[in-house]
C-alpha cells in the first residue's frame, strides 16, 4: 500500500507559516524564469491571477498584491523536515516535488492499532497550517490522485482505481507537458475517455513508452516501482544579514555563531557530525557550495571551525555574501574518540613514510637523525649517546 | 686527539654526542684552573670557586695515547657553573657538557 502525504500550495503555504499577517491578503509567489519573473504560486484571495502569468500582469490585477519572491531554500528545509518526520513513522520514503512525500505503508498498520490509526498519526505529524491530504492506493500515481481529491487534512482510501477516472485530467498525469496538450487537442478531458482505446492507438499517437504509460493508467495500473530514499538526517542553519559578509573574517565569524547554535541544538546532543556543507548566495544571486568531509566524525567547535577556516583561506569567494547556510551532515551516534593504543608506532610509521617520501621529491638523503643511546652508564660523556639516521 | 680529521661529512655517519671541545685555561702551579677563556666572550674569565673534581680513567689495555685519563673539574666562572677536564695524556683542555 502507498500513501501519497500531499501539500498543495506548498510555496505560498510555507510564505504564511513564516509571516502569518500575509493571511487574508492577496499574496503570490514568483521566481526567475528564462529572464522573466512568472507566477509559481498563489493565495486563495488571488484568485483571478493564473499560475505561470508574468509578474507584470499579475500585479496589474490586483493593487494590494503581495508579490514574494521564491526562497527554495526554506522551502526545501521545511519539505526535509517533513521528509524527517515521515521517516520516523515509516521507514520507506520518497519524494518527487516539494510538498509531495510517497510512503510504502505495507503492513505498517498493524503497528499503529489499525489503518485509521496510522491515517491519524500521518495526517497529525505535519502542521495543521499546511492543511495535509492523504491518498491510500496500491500504487504512487493513484494515491496521489486520492489526496488531490480529498478535503484538507482528510484522507481518502482508493480501494478501486477505475472509479477514480472520470476525475483524472489530462494535467495531472505524469506525461510531458507536449503530450498533454496534445490529450486536450485530442478532445480527451478525463481517463476515463481512454478507456476504450487500444495501446496500440496511443502508441501512434504518444510514442511507444508515454502511449504505454497513458493506456496503463487507463486501466488503473501503475507500473512505476517505489523507491525509497534514503533521508540523512542533519541540521541546518540559515544565516541572513540585512547587508552583506565581504571579508572573510565576518564570514567566519558568522559561520562560528552559526556553529554555536546548531552544536547547541538538542538533536546534537550526543553525536557527532560527518561532515559540513557551506551553502553561500552572493548579492548578485550566485550560489557557491562546498562540501567538507571530516577525517573523523567531530562535535567540537574549536577543531571544526580550525578545519573551515582552513579551507576557506585557500578559496576566492565569487562576491559579497548575503546568506549562509551551515548544514551539518552524516549525524553519527559517536560521542568522544577511542585512543589507539599503539599511538607511538602509529607516529614512527607516519614519520619514516614521510621521511621516504621527502627523500623521494629531493632525490637524495635527507639528514634527519635520533637521538640513540650507546652506553648510557659510560664515564665519558661523548660515549654514552650519539645522532643515527631515522632511516637504515 | 680530537683533531679534525677533514675527512668529508657523511650523511650516514653517526655522530657522538657532548663531543669536548678545545678550551684555553691559565693553570695555577699546583695545576688547578685559574682562568678560563670562553668562546662567548673571548677573554680570560677567573674561576671564582671549584666545586667539584673527579678522575676518569678508562680503557687501560689500550697503548698511552689511546687510552683515557681525564681530570673533570665543576667550576663557577662568571657566576655559570661549566664542565672542563684536562687530559692527562696530551695536557690539553677541554670543555664538556654532562
Request: with cysteine; charged share 25%.
Amino acid at each position: 500500500m502507498i500513501a501519497c502525504l500531499l501539500i498543495t500550495h506548498f510555496y505560498i503555504k510555507n510564505e504564511f507559516a513564516r509571516n502569518p499577517r500575509l493571511k487574508g491578503r492577496p499574496c503570490v509567489v514568483v521566481s526567475e524564469e528564462k529572464n522573466d519573473l512568472v507566477v509559481i504560486d498563489k493565495s486563495s484571495e488571488a484568485a483571478n491571477i493564473k499560475l505561470g502569468m508574468s509578474y507584470q500582469s499579475a500585479i496589474s490585477i490586483y493593487k494590494d498584491l503581495v508579490v514574494l519572491e521564491a526562497d527554495y531554500d526554506m522551502y526545501e528545509d521545511v519539505h526535509h523536515n517533513h521528509m524527517v518526520i515521515m521517516n520516523n513513522i515509516c521507514p520507506k520514503v520518497s519524494s518527487d516535488d516539494l510538498g509531495i512525500i510517497m510512503l510504502d505503508i505495507t503492513g505498517l498498520e498493524m503497528l499503529y492499532s489499525g489503518m485509521n490509526n496510522l491515517k491519524k498519526v500521518l495526517i497529525s505529524s505535519v502542521d495543521k497550517e499546511f492543511n495535509p491530504r492523504l491518498g491510500i492506493s496500491d500504487s504512487s500515481f493513484f494515491s496521489y490522485i486520492g489526496a488531490l481529491q480529498c478535503p484538507p487534512n482528510g484522507c481518502m482510501e482508493i480501494l478501486d482505481n477505475f472509479k477514480l477516472m472520470p476525475e483524472i485530467i489530462p494535467d495531472m498525469l505524469p506525461i510531458k507537458p507536449g503530450n498533454k496538450l496534445k490529450l486536450k487537442e485530442l478532445g480527451i478531458s478525463n481517463l476515463k475517455q481512454l478507456s476504450n482505446w487500444e495501446m496500440s492507438y496511443l502508441q501512434v499517437q504518444f510514442g511507444i513508452q508515454e502511449g504505454k504509460k497513458i493506456w496503463e493508467l487507463s486501466q488503473g495500473i501503475d507500473s512505476n516501482l517505489f523507491r525509497h530514499e534514503l533521508i540523512e538526517p542533519s541540521l541546518k542553519k540559515n544565516i541572513d544579514v540585512d547587508e552583506y559578509f565581504s571579508t572573510k573574517q565576518s564570514i567566519l565569524l558568522a559561520i562560528s555563531y552559526g556553529l554555536d547554535d546548531l552544536l547547541r541544538n538538542p538533536s546534537f546532543r550526543n553525536r557527532s557530525a560527518r561532515s559540513i556543507s557551506l551553502n553561500f548566495r552572493t548579492v548578485d544571486k550566485q550560489f557557491w557550495r562546498k562540501k567538507i568531509n571530516f577525517k573523523e566524525p567531530l562535535f567540537m567547535k574549536s577543531k571544526i571551525m580550525f578545519i573551515i577556516s582552513n579551507v576557506l583561506e585557500t578559496v576566492e569567494m565569487p562576491g559579497p555574501v548575503e546568506r549562509i547556510i551551515i548544514e551539518l551532515t552524516g549525524l553519527t551516534n559517536d560521542f568522544g574518540i577511542q585512543k589507539s593504543m599503539f599511538l607511538s608506532s602509529k607516529k614512527r610509521d607516519n614519520l619514516l613514510e614521510n621521511i621516504k617520501q621527502l627523500e623521494t621529491r629531493l632525490g637524495t638523503k635527507v639528514p634527519i637523525y635520533q637521538v640513540k643511546e650507546i652506553e648510557p652508564c659510560s664515564k665519558i660523556p661523548e660515549r654514552r649517546s650519539a645522532l643515527t639516521r631515522i632511516l637504515p | 686527539m680530537f683533531k679534525d680529521s677533514r675527512k668529508t661529512f657523511s650523511i650516514d655517519q653517526n655522530i657522538a654526542l657532548n663531543k669536548p671541545n678545545a678550551i684555553d685555561v691559565i693553570e695555577n702551579t699546583q695545576g688547578f684552573p685559574v682562568k678560563v677563556r670562553t668562546k662567548k666572550n673571548n677573554i680570560f674569565l677567573p674561576v671564582l670557586s671549584i666545586i667539584d673534581l673527579w678522575h676518569v680513567y678508562g680503557e687501560w689495555w689500550k697503548n698511552h695515547l689511546n687510552s683515557v685519563n681525564r681530570i673533570y673539574y665543576r667550576l663557577n666562572v662568571d657566576e655559570r657553573i661549566i664542565t672542563l677536564f684536562k687530559d692527562l695524556n696530551s695536557d690539553d683542555w677541554f670543555v664538556q657538557h654532562d
